[in-house]
């Protein structure tokens, strides 16, 4: 009797700790450690610093108007998902800047090396090269010129400092 019960203490304790609710896919149980998906994140500004991916400000673009995007082998061009967070705060941190956000670039730019494109309405497309390490992207180059990561915030944000910031 008393192995009984130590094998159903065993059970619930085993059926507690390892739910997956993390990852299905991964490890043995939830408190095995995750991969940290890739992403890319950028905000992009104006001059005169207005947020030009908030369609509330005058000359920024609204998704509809993005196109993200590579050429493949045949040169056909392949759409990239993307889509634009909204501002945010976290603490006492305000972020009040819109970023384009897309997990789907990383993925293609750890396994390919490829030069993606952003069209911003009726621009000129802009030529974009990740550098990734690991999980992590490392380095934006839009027309072979490196974007800054984001700089305006406590140096305890991590995902804020994992923003790209263009200025056009």
């Not at 450690?33 to 207005?50: A, D, F, R």
């Not at 947020?51 to 995007?69: M, P, W």
């Not at 293609?108 to 911003?120: P, Q, V």
């Amino acid at each position: 009797m008393k192995k009984i019960f130590i094998v159903l203490a065993v059970m619930l304790v085993v059926g507690i700790a390892c739910k997956k609710t993390i990852d299905p896919g991964g490890g043995a149980c939830a408190c095995s450690p995750t991969e940290e998906p890739s992403y890319l994140s950028l905000s992009i500004k104006g001059n005169n610093g207005s947020d030009l991916l908030n369609a509330a400000n005058v000359g920024a673009f609204s998704k509809d108007q993005i196109q993200l995007y590579y050429k493949d082998n045949q040169g056909v061009s392949q759409s990239i998902e993307f889509t634009i967070r909204q501002s945010f705060s976290r603490g006492t941190t305000v972020y009040a800047f819109n970023q384009l956000f897309s997990t789907q670039i990383t993925s293609l730019a750890k396994n390919i090396n490829h030069t993606f494109f952003l069209k911003l309405g009726d621009r000129q497309p802009l030529a974009l090269n990740l550098k990734m390490n690991g999980n992590k992207t490392e380095q934006l180059l839009i027309n072979q010129v490196a974007v800054p990561l984001e700089t305006m915030v406590p140096n305890d944000d991590f995902y804020i400092k994992s923003i790209f910031s263009l200025k056009l």
